[in-house]
């Protein structure tokens, strides 16, 4: 039977890899499997191996944890190989007994609730306000901004919506039909703010169907390509780092949206409807709905 890993260059490894990839549809999944399986492929080659078996994995789980990576880093790295265990085996190039013991390898179990990240009222609304509105790139990535807060996109949602996912509907502008994570199609209402922002960046660019949100060169004219997700990542850095909260991402402003919309008195299931969650306790987690920060119960220990 033969080593896969001891053939890290062959068509074989990039054809396994890539059914792995082909096996998840997220674009953020499909990255992160991505890192992972190199990460893995990397570590193997540092030193001689006994082969790609449950022990072998096992010691890279364990090597995972010793650089300090948090439950989920490490579950979906080790649920990668164990795909890609899967695919081996399928294909030939590893016994399936090996395969087997590889796929009963345990994730790393996740103790408390993480918090994460996100910004106030005030902070995110020097977010909107950062771009520079008299050039086209401003006014898009005003409005980029403005859907990551004011609806609650992953930014890979973000760079997908065309002019033919806003709609109205019930009398609003709303993101009719939007594809997200695990396939799961949803309909999310748009304030008029973000309305009004993304009517901005359109009118500008003289854009009117198609995807939303295009690239602009640097002497602010805009391209026919689409925006990628990765440009989505790196505007925010500089918005971000310009208002005094470096290291925000697109996902803490999903954050922050679901964040704010249950401090106005928004209802759980409603926010679990915008956010594209499969189930309440989903939300909840990502809220960490249970502990109150704000008004802390350690405020006032009369010390």
């Known amino acids: 039977m033969t080593d896969l890993i001891a053939l890290p260059h062959t068509n074989q490894w990039h054809k396994?890899?890539?059914l792995v990839l082909d096996s998840v549809s997220s674009p953020i999944t499909k990255r992160v499997y991505n890192l992972g399986l190199d990460?893995?492929?990397?570590?193997y080659g540092l030193e001689s191996r006994p082969g790609f078996t449950k022990a072998t994995v096992s010691a890279w789980r364990v090597s995972l944890e010793a650089r300090g990576l948090g439950s989920i880093s490490i579950n979906v790295r080790i649920t990668a190989v164990r795909k890609l265990a899967v695919e081996?085996?399928?294909?030939?190039l590893l016994a399936p007994e090996l395969a087997a013991g590889i796929t009963r390898i345990k994730g790393v179990k996740m103790k408390g609730v993480r918090v994460g990240n996100w910004l106030s009222v005030p902070q995110a609304q020097a977010l909107l306000n950062a771009p520079d509105a008299a050039m086209k790139k401003g006014l898009r990535d005003r409005a980029i901004l403005a859907v990551l807060l004011g609806c609650g996109l992953r930014r890979s949602e973000v760079a997908s919506i065309t002019f033919r996912h806003i709609q109205q509907r019930d009398a609003?502008?709303?993101i009719v039909d939007l594809v997200g994570k695990h396939g799961r199609v949803r309909t999310v209402p748009m304030p008029t703010w973000v309305k009004k922002a993304v009517d901005a960046w359109a009118a500008a660019a003289g854009v009117i169907n198609g995807q939303v949100?295009?690239?602009v060169d640097r002497s602010d004219q805009v391209r026919v390509l689409a925006l990628s997700e990765k440009v989505v990542w790196q505007l925010l850095q500089q918005y971000a780092a310009a208002i005094g909260a470096?290291?925000?991402a697109p996902h803490d402003l999903r954050r922050t949206c679901a964040k704010?919309?249950?401090k106005n008195g928004g209802d759980l299931e409603q926010i679990k409807f915008l956010l594209g969650h499969s189930s309440i306790q989903t939300t909840e987690r990502y809220l960490g709905s249970e502990q109150e920060i704000e008004i802390a119960v350690n405020d006032n220990l009369g010390l």
């Open 246 to 248: 470096p290291g925000i």
């Open 213 to 215: 949100f295009r690239a």
């Open 88 to 92: 081996a085996a399928d294909n030939g």
């Open 39 to 43: 990460e893995f492929f990397a570590w």
């Open 16 to 18: 396994l890899k890539t």
């Open 260 to 262: 704010l919309c249950r």
């Open 172 to 174: 609003r502008w709303c």
